[in-house]
C-alpha cells in the first residue's frame, strides 16, 4: 500500500505541475499585459504549491529515497517558478522605461544571475550532472534548517529544507537569465 501511496502522491505532483505550465502557456499566449500576466501566474503557481504543501503536511514518505525525489525534484520545481515570477515582477515594476535604460538594468540583472550561479558553481555541477552522493545530506527533512535564499514567498514549517530552496533559485535564476537575454536579443535587434 506504501508503494501505491508513493506514487500516487509523486503522480499527482507531476500531474499538478503539467497542468499548471499548460495553464501558464495559455494565458501567457494570450495576455496583452506583461505585469498582469505575471500576478496571474504567480498566483496559479503559489495555489498550486500551497494544494500540494497541504499534503505534504500530513503525508509519511515511505522511504528516505521518496523524501529526497520530493525535495530534490518536485519542490524545487513549484518554489523555482514562483520565485521566476518574483523576479520577473520586480522587473516589469522597476526597469526604467527608455530603451536605454531597460537595456542597462537587463545587463545589470543578467550579471546578478551570473554571479548567483558562479557563487553556487559547485552546487549547480552536482544538480547538472545528475549526482547523488549528498542527497542524503542536502535533501532530507531531518536536515532542515532555513532557507539560504529569501523572498520566495514560502517558509511554512517543515516544508523548509535548505538546499531544496537553493535548487529552486538556481532554477529560477536559469530562467530569469534567459528571460533576461531574450530581451537583450530582441532590443539589440530593434536598434
Known amino acids: 500500500m506504501l508503494m501505491t501511496n508513493q506514487l500516487c502522491f509523486q503522480q499527482q505532483c507531476t500531474r ?7 495553464q501558464l502557456a495559455g494565458f501567457e499566449n494570450t495576455a496583452t499585459d506583461e505585469k498582469k500576466w505575471i500576478e496571474w501566474g504567480f498566483c496559479v503557481a503559489t495555489k498550486t504549491w500551497f494544494r500540494i504543501q497541504a499534503e505534504v503536511d500530513s503525508y509519511q514518505f515511505a522511504d ?19 520565485d521566476f515570477f518574483s523576479l520577473l515582477y520586480k522587473t516589469v515594476l522597476f526597469q526604467p522605461d527608455d530603451s536605454e535604460g531597460k537595456m542597462e538594468y537587463w545587463k545589470e540583472e543578467l ?3 551570473k554571479n ?6 559547485a552546487f549547480c555541477q552536482y544538480y547538472k550532472q545528475g549526482y547523488t ?5 542536502y535533501f532530507v527533512h531531518e536536515n532542515n534548517r532555513e ?10 514549517g517543515h516544508v523548509v ?10 532554477i ?3 530562467k530569469y537569465q534567459r528571460y533576461l537575454q531574450e530581451k537583450i536579443g530582441f532590443l539589440t535587434n530593434v536598434n
Not at 528516505?64 to 514562483?82: A, C
Not at 532557507?147 to 511554512?156: A, Q
Not at 529544507?161 to 538556481?170: D, E, I, P
Open 16 to 22: 499538478l505541475y503539467r497542468k499548471m505550465l499548460q
Open 64 to 82: 528516505q529515497l521518496e523524501e529526497i525525489n520530493f525535495y530534490k525534484t518536485l519542490k524545487p520545481k513549484f518554489i523555482g517558478l514562483m
Open 111 to 113: 550579471a546578478i544571475c
Open 116 to 121: 548567483f550561479l558562479l557563487k553556487h558553481s
Open 133 to 137: 552522493g549528498m542527497d542524503h545530506i
Open 147 to 156: 532557507p539560504l535564499i529569501f523572498g520566495t514567498n514560502e517558509n511554512k
Open 161 to 170: 529544507t535548505s538546499y531544496s530552496h537553493l535548487l529552486a533559485r538556481v
Open 172 to 174: 529560477s535564476i536559469t
